[in-house]
């Protein structure tokens, strides 16, 4: 069975401060691993990796992928108010995507 | 670009009535998806289509669940009769093709009383 595992589950961190978000999978047949945003509503997509040590980064996050080591990293510099929330993993095995349990980020001003 | 339209945003319903939530997705997405949340968890795949045509629902509890996405299009998802342990967030997802990243619509919180 896929599994996908992230930690923390929740982090409260002082606006300005860096955050680095988890996530470990074991999945057969990989193909891909996403991370999502979730406030009150719909997940936001927010990167799609395929290849080992290539960084994705848009603005102040960044996210890195290790498949030989299975994880991934999140990282959130000069955090906001408006980075608080749900940060979810998710790994694509075959054509199914599984989801952690997600990261709960609040950031205090 | 209008994003994945779900409907109701909200469903307060009592236990063994019938519910169905309905989903319009992005335009030109081909393939579609049903996903339950429950409270802090992953959403969890209920069943994907490839336009009409369901080709994943191993994890849809078809007893009482049940889906359609006419003319490839919007999809609706139904729980007849529901159960308290049915009380979740019903999202819907579609993506171009699979293996793309997949957008969300907000969802339907379903209550189960």
């Known amino acids: 069975e896929d599994k996908v595992v992230q930690s923390p589950l929740s982090l409260v961190v002082h606006e300005g401060d860096t955050v680095t978000l988890n996530c470990s999978y074991e999945?057969?047949?990989?193909?891909?691993l996403l991370w999502y945003k979730q406030e009150k509503k719909a997940p936001t997509f927010l990167f799609m990796l395929?290849?080992?040590?290539i960084e994705k980064k848009s603005g102040r996050l960044s996210s890195i992928l290790d498949k030989k080591e299975l994880f991934s990293i999140l990282n959130i510099t000069a955090t906001q108010t408006g980075d608080s929330a749900i940060y979810l993993c998710?790994?694509?095995?075959?054509?199914?995507?599984?989801f952690g349990e997600g990261t709960q980020l609040t950031v205090n001003p | 670009e209008a994003g994945v339209v779900q409907s109701p945003r909200y469903k307060i319903i009592e236990k063994k009535q019938p519910v169905a939530f309905w989903c319009n997705p992005i335009?030109?997405?081909?393939?579609l998806y049903w996903y339950r949340q429950n409270l802090g968890q992953g959403p969890e795949l209920l069943i994907r289509?490839?336009?009409?045509?369901?080709?994943?629902d191993s994890q849809l509890p078809k007893d009482r669940f049940s889906a359609e996405r006419l003319k490839g299009v919007d999809s609706t998802l139904k729980i007849q009769p529901a159960e308290l342990g049915d009380s979740a967030v019903y999202l819907c997802?579609?993506?171009?093709?699979?293996?793309?990243?997949?957008?969300f619509g907000d969802g339907t919180r379903l209550s189960i009383l």
């Open positions: 997802a579609s993506s171009l093709s699979v293996n793309q990243p997949q957008h």
């Open positions: 999945v057969t047949n990989f193909r891909s």
């Open positions: 395929t290849s080992s040590g």
């Open positions: 998710a790994v694509e095995s075959g054509s199914r995507l599984t």
């Open positions: 335009s030109g997405h081909n393939t």
């Open positions: 289509y490839e336009n009409e045509e369901a080709v994943d």
